[in-house]
Each structure stands twice: as structure tokens, then as C-alpha cells.
């Protein structure tokens, strides 16, 4: 591993470069002219040239690229499933396809806004960011969480933003290429790994093929984009909240436009250098699944897991899903490598997984053989936007390293990534470099909220994170998973993101939800 120390930045408001984040209000960007037209005011032939031809040159430009047109929100019904239509308002934000491009083609963006019932007037708007990389935040708001989108509402303005390339904001064609693996056979490491890039490149081949511009993809445009969106509301500040891949996004935000953050929220936090998880983790997970295990009649989860990946290293293993109406299926130990880490990060795979395993030490590989279907069909698929967000934020040298020392380690290898990082190498999409992955120390509060059953960005993530925010806070939230319960498991959760984004005191806390119930019997399913 190299010793070669990774420079740190910084985005202090204190920072003379703070200043430079606004073009507008008492943060207003000084234009390049002005020093002219204050020499101009000396009657001087050379200095009314001077300012004059700056007016030509410089004034249109400064105007057209630092300015986005103002926003004009329309009425919007916004139809929840379950929750009632809500009365919100949209508009749609044209920003840079490539920011570095402002006179290039733009994509347009959609944000709907969900209008303040109550607060005092003065907290910053909020704009929410959606997981994935590739979920919608408007999407987001519709379902079961919507609950805690209306609480945070009392408070301030939530704009829930599609980012570029999701949803409604202009996301491009799917793949006609996707890779079937063969029911009948064991997914092979080496095998697969060959098939997913074979059609990880058909994939960007057909989307150049018609127009799409996969550099416009990465997490440091999406961060530029906030800012345009900030600015074209007239904003002296937002704040942000984002869950998963959002967090990952909100921190490239405080890094790249600090000053213009009030707070930020983040939920099942993924660092800059998180993209590739460390394997260990899900080996950590399992153990603590394991206690949890035990109430239920599960006294050997891990050595459940031991088990069953031995007898598959021998021998494949058959069974029929019940989750894909009987489907035939035969695994390997690969296979199930893949099904037990992914199981571990969602409740409901959780809950499932104990008795999967017990099932396949009988001999009967249906309920992990249907987990290991699942994981075949999505491995299989790729989309513009996801993929090249992936590989666009990379990771370092060092956390690549680490990462492949704990796969030697793990009980299920690298199984925790794949097909990544590899299948990033040589695909010629854009990576955004050590900048964009190295430590980050900010003064921005920021309220660090993790599950500690997190499969996918577990509280060690945060705990990382937490030392360079000098006003960060923690919100443990004991026994949830990267699922809903991270939000509506315990009233207090939701009452904290409110209180933090309204500037109320929020101390670190630790709360409660509900642990897992688990499946004890085929019949429960």
C-alpha cells in the first residue's frame, strides 16, 4: 500500500474562497470588471477603452454563464401511493450538460417542491437526494417514507430534485444488451466477470452510438447542479439531505460549494472513497445478524453460512424458487457468495436469509437459489447513468488495496463489489481522480445518521466521516438495515432530521427500532 500522503481539503467558510460560492445577495461573486470600472471613473481616454471594451468582452458572458435563469415553479398534484394527493409545485432547471462547457448543450432537470406547512420562514430550503446512483428523489417521496418528507416540511421548502439522468430529468435509453446466465449452470467468477464486460462495453458502444454523453455522468456535475439550482432560486443558502449514493453526493457538494450549505443530513453515509465497500463488513454483519438470529431459533448463522458455501465449493446445488413461480435453478459457491451479501443488506432478504441457509444444509438451495436468480437478472443490466457515476468515482489506490486484502480475508471474497472495480478497468469512462476521493474537513453541521444492520454503508462509514466536521453530529439507530426502518423505525428519527435542519440543538443519540422478525418456515413467505 502506498505511503504517499493524500492531500486534505478544506471548504472553512472562514476561507477567503468562500466567497467566491455566490453571485448574488451579500455573497455576490465581484465581477471581473470591476476593478476597471472603477478606474474608469478617472478621466482617462485608456480607461474608458479599458472598460469599455471589458463591457463587450466580459459583461454578456458573466451574465449568461454565471446567472441561471430564474426557476418558475407551476402547481403540481403530486400523487402519493397511499398518502392522499398533495398539493406541490415543479420546474424544471436547465443546467450544462458538462459544466466545464457553459455555452455547450444542457440538460433539463426536474424539481418539484414541496411547499412549507409551518416553520418561521427563515430555515433554508431542503433539497432531498435520492440512492442508487440512478433513484429519483421525486419517486422517493411517494411511497411509505412519505411520512417523513411531511414532517420535515413543517419546517422549511423540500425540493425534491431528479438528478441528471434519473427519471424525469432526461435519462437516457436503456441497453437493448443484457447478459442471461444460464439457469442450468453455476455462475463461474472468471466466466462472468468476462460476460458483464463484453456487455458493459456493447452497452456504452450503442449509447454513443446515439448521443448520449456518458462523461456528463459523474457525481461532480450532479454536485455543480445544486448549485445552479441554489442560484437559479435566488438562495443565499440550502441545505441537503441525502440517503445512500445521495450522501456521497451531498458530501461532493460540500466539498465543491461549501459556503452555499446551511446543513446537511446524511443517511446511510457513503464517503468519498466509498464507492467499493471493504468485504470484512458483511463478515461483521453476519455476526451481528447472528445474535439477533438466535431469538428466533437460529443458534448458528455463521457457521451456517461456513457450511453451505463448503458444500458448494464441492458439489452445485439445485433447487426451485419459490419467489420465480417454481423456476429451476443450480448454484455455486460463487452464487451463493453473492446471494448471502446481498441478503444481509435489506430487511426483508434478512429476514430470509437464516432460514435459506438452514434449507440449503438440507439440501434443498430453492429460497437461496431464488436470492441468487435476483442477483444473476440485476448483474445482467446496465444503465447509462449508474455505471458511469460508478466508475467515475472510482477509489483511491489505498482503499482499493485494502479492499482486496479483506476479500482474501472475507468468507465471501470480493462477492461484496463484483463485478466492480474491475469491470471499471479499460471501459474509458471518465474517473474523477484523487481530488475528488480524498479526506474531506468541513465546518458545514452535518447530522450523521446510520443503522447499525446497515449492509450497504455501515456506521463505520460515518464514524470515519465524523472527525473532519468540526459541527457534526450522530444519530445511531440501533437494528436498522439500509431500509425503511433507517426512517420510520423509531418517531425520533424523523423528528431529529427536523429539529437538525431547522438549527435546533441536536445532541449524538442512539435510538431504538424494531430488530428483525425472521422467516422460520417456507409457509411465512
Known amino acids: 500500500m502506498s505511503s504517499k500522503p493524500v492531500p486534505v481539503f478544506s471548504n472553512d467558510r472562514s476561507s477567503p474562497d468562500s466567497l467566491l460560492a455566490d453571485s448574488t445577495g451579500p455573497y455576490r461573486v465581484p465581477h471581473p470588471c470591476d476593478n476597471t470600472r472603477a478606474r474608469s471613473s478617472r478621466n482617462s481616454k485608456l480607461t474608458r477603452l479599458l472598460a469599455a471594451a471589458c463591457l463587450l468582452a466580459c459583461a454578456a458572458p458573466v451574465l449568461a454563464r454565471d446567472m441561471p435563469a430564474p426557476l418558475v415553479f407551476s402547481p403540481y398534484a403530486m400523487e402519493t401511493k397511499g398518502h392522499g394527493t398533495i398539493a406541490a409545485e415543479e420546474a424544471f432547471l436547465e443546467v450544462p450538460r458538462r459544466h466545464s462547457e457553459p455555452d455547450g448543450p444542457r440538460i433539463r432537470l426536474r424539481v418539484v417542491r414541496l411547499p412549507a406547512t409551518g416553520g418561521d420562514g427563515r430555515t433554508a430550503p431542503v433539497v432531498y437526494l435520492a440512492g442508487g446512483p440512478g433513484g429519483s428523489g421525486f419517486g422517493t417521496a411517494l411511497g411509505p417514507r412519505w411520512p417523513v418528507f411531511d414532517r420535515v416540511r413543517r419546517e422549511t421548502d423540500v425540493l425534491l430534485l431528479d438528478q441528471r439522468g434519473t427519471d424525469f ?3 437516457p435509453p436503456e441497453c437493448s444488451q443484457a447478459h442471461r446466465f444460464d439457469d442450468a449452470q453455476p455462475l463461474q467468477r472468471e466466466a462472468a466477470l468476462a460476460a458483464l464486460r463484453k456487455t458493459a462495453v456493447d452497452c456504452i458502444a450503442e449509447w454513443r452510438k446515439v448521443g448520449v454523453d456518458l462523461a456528463a455522468y459523474t457525481t461532480a456535475e450532479s454536485a455543480d447542479d445544486i448549485e445552479d439550482l441554489r442560484r437559479a432560486m435566488g438562495l443565499p443558502r440550502v441545505s441537503l439531505w441525502g440517503m445512500s449514493y445521495g450522501t456521497h453526493l451531498a458530501l461532493a457538494t460540500v466539498r465543491r460549494h461549501g459556503s452555499s450549505l446551511e446543513r446537511v443530513v446524511l443517511m446511510g453515509t457513503e464517503g468519498p472513497d466509498d464507492t467499493i465497500k471493504l468485504p470484512l463488513a458483511a463478515d461483521a454483519l453476519l455476526a451481528d445478524l447472528a445474535i439477533v438470529a438466535r431469538k428466533d431459533g437460529f443458534d448458528d448463522l455463521q457457521g451456517s453460512a461456513r457450511r453451505v458455501l463448503e458444500a458448494l465449493r464441492h ?10 413461480d417454481g423456476r429451476q435453478v443450480t448454484i455455486g459457491e460463487y452464487d451463493a457468495q453473492l446471494a448471502i451479501v446481498i441478503a444481509l443488506g435489506r430487511r426483508a432478504f ?3 436469509l437464516p432460514l435459506a441457509l438452514r434449507e440449503a444444509e438440507g439440501g434443498d438451495y430453492g429460497l437461496l437459489g431464488g436470492i441468487a436468480l435476483m442477483v444473476r437478472e440485476e448483474l445482467g443490466r446496465f444503465r ?13 489506490p489505498q482503499r482499493r488495496a485494502l479492499a482486496e486484502a479483506q476479500a482474501r480475508e472475507s468468507l465471501f471474497g470480493d462477492a461484496l463489489n463484483f463485478p466492480f472495480p474491475e469491470l471499471a478497468d479499460g471501459l474509458g469512462l471518465v474517473d474523477l481522480g484523487e481530488a475528488f476521493r480524498g479526506p474531506l474537513r468541513s465546518d458545514v453541521p452535518v447530522l450523521f445518521i446510520s443503522g447499525t444492520l446497515d449492509g450497504r454503508t455501515p456506521a463505520a462509514n460515518a464514524q470515519a466521516m465524523l472527525p ?10 440501533r437494528g436498522a438495515s439500509h431500509d425503511n426502518e433507517l426512517w420510520l423505525g423509531n418517531a425520533g428519527i424523523a423528528g431529529s432530521i427536523a429539529d437538525f435542519l431547522a438549527g435546533r440543538p441536536v445532541k449524538d443519540e442512539t435510538l431504538d427500532v424494531a430488530l428483525p422478525v425472521f422467516i422460520t418456515s417456507k409457509t411465512d413467505l
Open 350 to 352: 434478512q429476514r430470509m
Open 384 to 396: 447509462a447513468m449508474p455505471l458511469a457515476m460508478d466508475v467515475a468515482s472510482g477509489q483511491s
Open 169 to 171: 430529468s432526461e435519462m
Open 315 to 324: 458439489q452445485p446445488g439445485q433447487g426451485s424458487s419459490p419467489m420465480h
Open 468 to 477: 473532519g466536521f468540526s459541527k457534526g453530529r450522530q444519530l445511531l439507530v
